[in-house]
């Protein structure tokens, strides 16, 4: 059976020159790069290499980045370590109402300290208005958190507007570009941004491994305690193949940008309108431009999201939805319910995650499979009215 793997803002598969660069460090070069002798000194110079790809991916000086053990880690620590460090200058925070879990969980975390938390509402396509953060910014607000692309529907967001409003104001601006880096050009610099959130899963690098860029002047601190590694920042041993790897996947990532976007922009184009044009009552979700490249999101009424990914399984087609079952409860994501879909349609909702190695031959398959599939789902379901008859 064919198999197609579309669900790519979940995981993506370890480029093989990304697995060829590692082995060395999980076999011979296995040495602890806090020690003083040859091996570890090689290590040491491996972790130093991979820190420079990453950094010069975004701009960035090498020594405003910390590893650390993935996307989550690196949100918590920007977020919690920041706002209990810099108190004293007030406790306001400012999120947005879509972030991912490790962001939202954070700062519901700090609530739970005493911080004053605002979760900024979002537009029908799912993007921040520099005017309401605008609106929602305080003399007391420290830190303002904007995802720069969302990993449900894949809205870019404003980040330079929201990083210049924001210090204006005397925040620090942090993003999760967790589902951007490497696919979209970043320059820290250039954008305003005070820290930012790295993963290397996402970008066809090892799992178990991120980074938190932080500019230099900006106080965070330690959440783990032991080891002075990382600039005292991120005690324990560095996970040196896993850094070589996601090192390796930030340098190939940046050759190969514009290439890739070409790609995904035109397979996503193209699996797009064939979704709309061969099945009625679809909503798309997310900006119609401002979106990040091979990312299709959409709702279908009168059918749920959980049986169309298991009926596409069915088919070797693998993706994700923002409604499925989770702890048992059918509940849409709050994405989903942020961007103003009423229940029933969130209910339906489908994301296809394209990757470079992507093929227009699996985009035509899922075109094919897909609206069967939709439209044997309605056949079944009592939700379907007249509407989803036709
Ligand atoms: C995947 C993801 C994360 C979490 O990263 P991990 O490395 O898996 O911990 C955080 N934010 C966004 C937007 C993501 O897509």
Do not use: W
């Not at 990304?18 to 000194?41: C, D, R, W």
């Not at 609530?111 to 305080?138: C, S």
């Not at 330690?222 to 390796?248: C, D, M, W, Y």
């Amino acid at each position: 059976m064919k198999s197609v793997y579309m669900d790519h803002s979940a995981t993506t598969p370890v480029d093989a020159r990304v697995f060829e660069a590692m082995i060395p460090y999980l076999t011979s070069e296995f040495g602890n790069p806090s020690s003083i002798h040859s091996k570890g000194q090689k290590a040491r110079q491996a972790v130093e290499t991979g820190r420079e790809q990453i950094a010069a991916l975004i701009n960035a000086d090498p020594r405003e980045i910390i590893f650390t053990s993935g996307g989550t880690e690196a949100d918590n620590q920007a977020i919690i370590t920041y706002a209990l460090n810099n108190s004293q200058k007030g406790k306001h925070l400012i999120t947005s109402a879509i972030e991912h879990h490790a962001v939202l969980d954070s700062f519901h975390y700090l609530q739970g300290l005493g911080f004053d938390v605002t979760f900024l509402p979002v537009n029908a396509q799912g993007m921040v208005e520099a005017e309401t953060l605008a609106k929602a910014i305080r003399p007391d607000t420290i830190l303002v958190s904007v995802m720069h692309a969302n990993n449900e529907i894949g809205t870019i967001q404003p980040i330079e507007e929201l990083a210049a409003i924001s210090h204006e104001a005397g925040a620090v601006f942090h993003t999760d570009a967790v589902q951007t880096i490497g696919k979209i050009p970043i320059d820290v610099r250039k954008m305003g941004i005070d820290m930012l959130s790295a993963s290397s899963h996402k970008l066809h690098g090892p799992k178990g491994i991120g980074c938190l860029y932080v500019k230099k002047g900006v106080r965070i601190k330690n959440l783990f305690h032991g080891g002075g590694q990382e600039s005292r920042l991120r005690a324990g041993t560095e996970n040196v193949p896993g850094i070589v790897g996601f090192g390796k996947a930030a340098e190939i990532a940046g050759q190969e940008m514009h290439k890739r976007a070409e790609h995904l922009n035109r397979l996503g184009q193209r699996l797009r309108e064939g979704i709309v044009n061969s099945i009625p009552n679809t909503i798309v979700t997310g900006h119609p431009e401002m979106r990040v490249p091979g990312s299709v999101s959409v709702c279908f009424e009168f059918v749920e999201g959980e049986s169309i990914l298991l009926m596409l399984d069915s088919y070797g087609i693998m993706a994700s939805s923002g409604s499925a079952c989770t702890s048992g409860a059918l509940e849409p994501s709050h994405v989903l319910l942020a961007i103003g879909l009423p229940h029933e349609i969130a209910h339906g909702s489908l994301r296809l995650t394209l990757g470079k190695d992507n093929t227009q031959e699996d985009v035509d398959y899922v075109l094919e499979v897909l609206p069967r599939i939709i439209a044997n789902l309605r056949h079944m379901s009592p939700l379907a009215g007249r509407g989803g008859s036709q």
